[in-house]
Structures are given as C-alpha cells and as structure tokens.
C-alpha cells in the first residue's frame, strides 16, 4: 500500500468519489474540475506554485481490479533559468494514467488504492509533475547564461568584456614597475 495512500481526506478537491460506479466493469464517469495545487509540487528551481489553478480533464473507469484513471492535467509553473536565473513562467500539460486497485486485490506495495470509495489524485498528479519538470530549466533554449568574472547577464550584454585580465599574484609586482617607471609590456 502507498504510505500516503493510509486515508483520504474527503473534502480535497483532488479526491474523487467512485461508489456510483460499483464494482460494474465498465461503468465510466467523466470529471471536469479546477482544483488549487497543493505545496511542494515541483524542484526548486521550478514548481508549481502552491493554490495555483490545476485543470483537470478525467476519466475515471472501473474495471475488474479497481479504477482506471485517465486525462489530463494543466498546470502552471514558476521558477528561474538554471543559466541566468531570470524568472521564469510556463505551462505544462501532464498526461495521467493509473490504475487504482481495490483494497481487496493482491496489488503491490506502492500501488495507487481506491480507499472508502474514493481515490486521490494528488499522489499520481505529484509523481506527474516531478517527472515531466525540466531537470535544468531554461528561458530560453540559447540562454547565454551569467559572465563567470562579473556575474552579468550575457543575454542582455553579449560582448561585454573586462579589459585585460591580470592574475592577482603578480598584481603587487607590476604596481612596482609601474612605481619604479619600468615598462610592464
């Protein structure tokens, strides 16, 4: 059993009841819903941010060892380019399919249960979301990113350039040439 799977809470908007359903192979119920996502969906970097409107388009059916859902989930994220650390804003469309087991049913460990008639999406939505999330998030595919010296962003200011260069180890000897009217050419 999915240790978050112990109980349900009733009133979230991610729980949808399935008793009108029965245990009728076949029986079908198509769910159209807007719920507030709930905290900690997503990575650091990029996240759905927490009451956020997640759209729901589903299709919950029974079969003979529980309920199929499937549909679709529209979500919006925020976070910052992992280049230049702008911020960034996006949608993501997740694709969800799971079966939910009866509790009677010899289902493994981490399986998906339909509990007290009714199954939460919040689980399968979480699992979604993390998996199709850009492990390094960009604003844009050719984000030159941050001047390593500086810490600029080159998007704005490609050429910018910091002179030349000198290695601070020697800094101390060339003021002395300098002093000493030596050329440092």
Not at 22 to 51: C, H, S
């Amino acid at each position: 059993m999915n240790s978050s799977q112990h109980s349900i809470d009733a009133r979230s908007p991610l729980v949808f009841e399935v008793h009108e359903l029965g245990r009728r192979a076949g029986a079908m119920k198509q769910v159209t819903r807007t719920a507030p996502a709930p905290d900690g969906l997503g990575l650091e970097m990029i996240r759905v941010p927490q009451g956020s409107d997640i759209t729901l388009d589903i299709k919950l059916e029974s079969v003979i060892e529980g309920v199929y859902v499937s549909g679709t989930a529209e979500v919006d994220l925020v976070g910052e380019c992992s280049r230049c650390l702008r911020p960034i804003e996006d949608g993501l469309d997740l694709d969800l399919q799971e079966l939910y087991f009866y509790d009677d049913q010899d289902a493994e460990e981490d399986a998906f249960l339909v509990i007290d008639e009714r199954v939460d999406l919040e689980p399968l939505i979480r699992d979604a979301v993390v998996l199709d999330l850009p492990f390094t998030p960009l604003c844009r595919q050719d984000c030159a990113g941050l001047c390593p010296v500086c810490g600029a962003n080159l998007n704005d200011d490609p050429d910018h350039g910091h002179g030349d260069r000198i290695d601070p180890r020697w800094g101390k000897l060339l003021d002395l040439a300098e002093d000493q009217g030596a050329p440092t050419d």
